[in-house]
């Protein structure tokens, strides 16, 4: 298996690696050689660890117990990787230990050991990774000081160490040295720990903690401690948590932030420094997308990729350029393309669009991982990451040639169609040549469609083949030759095809059901096809047809529960670019190369409806969404780095999620029912 090196900047090599031109150990000199690339960060006292793209881990700062897995205990200034990992896709860091969740399920902690929350039924501490026992499918990793926490696919959590205030929320004081499930918990599509607590944010929006409660730490209302789960109260719309040392923050749907716990040190954010059992509105802040916590101060990232951070400064942990303490939120210096924020001891970092670090704050261990010691009250980049994009997402940056970046402004005006009314949104795609191909489901079931050859636009007409057969709307994978694959969900749950070159074909089940979404399909430039969709369950499941055969359905256990169907964006390589509104409301990515990656949060939300994507030839990356506002949405990726989120004024309001069709030069042209039922169409060229 080749190793993905350096995220999507390294196609040419891995294509040229599969081929024989270059070695296994030439890419990976290629790897180390090129800046590192970061899809998740997670910080604890006073160490700090990134995923990256290429499948291994990376950890700098405090290494007094072998919590940075390099298999010794110096600390370290700039990145180490951490020995024997095989494709990450999440970490989680607290006081002296570490873990990672590997894209198969399993979970892997290293570090500390006393109370058993490394998980494999040991209380012996260890400087590289051991498997925790028994995990098989989970997600996403959590640490506090003495135990770990994992969120298990279809919504339960596993917890397993030091139990003393009920940390693991099985009920019982009784610690354990393997998982243990936290009871009651069964829709968590997020988890965050504290010292001695722990949050999971519920698919519905609302927040329940278990732990030490003796600051407010559970937001119940009480100072108690609790060995299962209560719910945090009030907060029913909430889209992330995150919790510090002895307080939490959960930002809410409509980008206001509630916190609770202690607040001596202003980390509460309400303009106090009192603590609080119940949540307190942090002041000022009304489009947060996430939320990160340091010991004493607290972080969200903002939907135009800023940060801003409240509560203690001492050490410049605000990153306002100031050592001064603030009761209310301050912008962190010279952010504007954060993905995600975390902190710990006096420290926080930012994870940034391209996959860069910066940290600020204090310094004392080598937590800002620049090879120094010096504190800094501004972010600063890690070592041997790649400094982030220019610019930020709002406004994008200036068209690059052939048209692959659209600023909002190059948009034309809608135009209708007709066609109506259609019984619901559309799938478009384009073949080599240009010509466009556009779907939908009639109002009585049945598959119609238009498209756009020699200059012009034909139909709309009736594909009998298909029959009353559609359950949702349908999804298309259009074939460089220009042969048009069209599949839905139909009788049964199944899926079901049609297809056309010269003439329509019969429609054929391709059974895989039952389906719990509409499908999305494409195809590369060899004529390979894939389809995906969510499932019943709520997982990411695909089918895919090579040298004329199909395979699956395969279960995608790396992207847990879905809060939509997918998109798919297919290169011409056949990279596969899977997007989908996450549960949290937030644009979600996994993408395959040789394997499965990701899952990595691309914030943007809340998003109203299921994106569509598209790839040009390039491997540039469109998605596009129906905002909860009614308008259209975009975000794009341009060799390597995303831009966006950007609303594109001129599509109006929409009646329904839209649909992209790519071309090879980056044109891209938009599709959606209108709110009158009719097909309308706005393009960027």
């Given at each position: 298996?080749?190793?993905l090196?350096?995220?999507r900047l390294?196609k040419?090599?891995l294509?040229?690696a599969a081929?024989g031109?270059?070695?296994g150990a030439?890419?990976?000199s290629?790897?180390?050689a090129?800046?590192s690339?970061?899809?998740a960060?997670s ?6 660890c990134?995923?990256l793209?290429?499948?291994?881990v ?6 007094s117990?072998?919590?940075l897995g390099?298999g010794?205990t110096?600390?370290?200034s700039?990145?180490?990787l ?8 999440g970490?989680g860091?607290?006081t002296e230990?570490s ?8 979970v ?13 039924g ?5 400087y ?8 098989s499918?989970?997600?996403?990793v959590?640490?506090n000081a003495?135990d770990t926490?994992a969120l298990?696919s279809?919504?339960s959590?596993e917890c397993?160490g030091s139990?003393?205030s009920?940390?693991?929320?099985d009920?019982t004081?009784t ?12 829709s968590?599509?997020a988890?965050?720990?504290g010292l ?6 519920l ?9 030490e409660?003796?600051d407010?730490?559970l937001?119940?209302?009480?100072l108690a401690?609790?060995d ?5 109260n009030g907060?029913s719309?909430?889209v992330a948590?995150?919790?510090?040392l002895?307080h939490?923050?959960a930002a809410?749907?409509?980008?206001s932030?509630d916190c ?10 309400n303009g106090?420094?009192?603590s609080?059992s ?8 009304d489009?947060?997308i996430g939320?990160?916590m340091g010991?004493?101060?607290s972080c969200a990232?903002?939907s135009n990729?800023s940060?801003?951070c409240?509560?203690s ?10 050592t001064?303490?603030s009761?209310?939120?301050v912008?962190v210096s010279?952010?504007?393309t ?10 926080a970092?930012a994870?940034l669009s391209?996959?860069?670090?910066e ?7 080598g ?5 120094s010691?010096?504190?800094s ?7 041997g990451?790649a ?5 930020g997402?709002?406004p994008?940056?200036s068209?690059?040639?052939?048209g692959s ?6 948009w034309?005006?809608?135009i ?6 259609m019984?619901?949104s559309p799938?478009?795609?384009?073949d ?7 779907f ?9 469609d238009e ?6 636009w ?26 048009q694959d069209?599949f839905w969900r139909?009788p049964g749950g199944n899926l079901?095809?049609?297809?056309h070159t010269t ?5 054929r089940n ?10 999305t399909a494409?195809?590369?430039?060899h004529?390979?096809v894939?389809v995906f969709?969510k499932g019943?369950?709520g997982a ?7 040298h004329?055969?199909w395979h699956?359905p395969?279960k995608?256990k790396?992207?847990g529960l879905?809060g939509?169907?997918p998109g ?5 390589s ?6 989908w509104r996450?549960r949290?409301?937030n644009?979600?990515?996994?993408w395959h ?7 990595v949060n691309?914030?943007a939300?809340p998003?109203?409806s299921a994106?569509?994507?598209?790839a040009?030839?390039k491997g540039?990356l469109f ?5 909860t506002?009614?308008?259209?949405w975009?975000?794009w990726d ?7 989120p950007?609303?594109?004024t001129?599509?109006g309001?929409m009646g329904?999620a839209p649909?992209?069709?790519v071309h090879?030069?980056?044109e891209q ?8 039922g ?5 393009w960027?060229p």
């Open positions: 298996m080749l190793p090196v350096s995220g390294t040419a090599a294509v040229l081929a031109v270059i070695s030439d890419l990976a290629v790897a180390r090129e800046a690339t970061a899809v960060v910080g604890g006292f006073g160490s700090v990134a995923a793209s290429g499948g291994s990376e950890c700098w700062g405090d290494n117990y072998g919590e390099d010794t110096t600390d370290r700039t990145p180490v951490v020995s024997g990992l095989s494709d990450p896709i970490v860091v607290d230990h873990c990672a969740v590997l894209s198969e399920g399993s892997e902690c290293w570090g500390i050991n006393n109370y058993g929350q490394l998980g494999d040991t209380t012996t501490d260890s590289t990774p051991v498997l925790v026992s028994g995990l499918n989970a997600t996403a959590t640490a003495d926490c298990i279809g919504g959590v397993w139990n003393s009920g940390e693991l929320g009920g004081t610690g354990s040295d393997t998982p243990v499930p936290v009871s009651g918990v069964s968590a599509i988890i965050s720990s001695f607590d722990t949050c999971a944010l698919s519905g929006g609302s927040v329940e903690c278990w732990g409660g003796s407010g730490d937001g119940d209302g009480s401690d609790s299962t789960p209560m719910p945090v907060v719309n909430a948590v995150s919790a510090g002895d939490t923050c809410l749907s409509g980008g932030v609770w716990g202690e607040g001596g040190d202003g980390e509460l954010g106090g420094d009192t609080s119940t949540p307190v509105v942090v002041t000022g802040l489009n947060a939320v990160g010991n004493y101060e990232v903002l990729g940060v801003a409240w509560g400064n001492s050490y410049g942990d605000l990153g306002d350029g100031t001064t303490d009761l209310t939120p912008l010279g952010l504007t954060a993905r995600s924020v975390t902190g710990g001891d006096g420290y970092c994870l391209g996959g860069s670090v940290c600020w704050g204090d310094n004392s261990a937590e800002l991982g620049t090879g010691g010096t504190d009250s501004t972010p600063m980049l890690v070592s990451f400094p982030p994009s220019p610019g997402p709002s994008p940056p068209p690059a040639p052939g970046n659209p600023p909002p402004s190059g034309h005006a809608p209708s169609h007709g066609a109506g009314p019984g619901s799938t478009a795609g384009v080599r040549a240009g010509e466009q191909f556009v939908w489901k009639g109002t009585n079931g049945t598959l119609w498209w756009y050859t020699h200059s012009a034909h139909g709309p007409a009736q594909i009998t083949t298909a029959g009353r057969t559609l359950h949702s709307s349908p999804a298309v994978a259009v074939l460089p030759s220009g042969q069209v139909g079901w095809e049609t297809m003439h329509w074909t019969r429609r391709l059974g895989a059901g039952p389906l719990g979404s509409a499908p494409g195809a590369d430039a004529g390979d894939f969709w019943t369950n990411l499941w695909d089918k895919w047809r090579t004329g055969h699956g395969a995608i790396i992207a879905m939509s169907a798919v964006a297919v290169e011409s056949g990279v596969q670019n899977v997007f996450g949290d409301g644009l979600w990515d996994a190369t040789n394997r499965w990656h990701g899952p691309l914030g939300g998003l109203g994106p569509t994507a598209g040009d030839s540039d998605v596009f969404w129906e905002g506002d009614g308008s259209l975009d975000r341009l060799n390597g780095a995303w831009h966006g950007a609303k594109i001129t599509a309001r329904s649909a992209v069709a090879g030069d980056g042209d938009i599709f959606w029912r209108g709110t009158n009719a097909l309308w169409e706005t960027h």
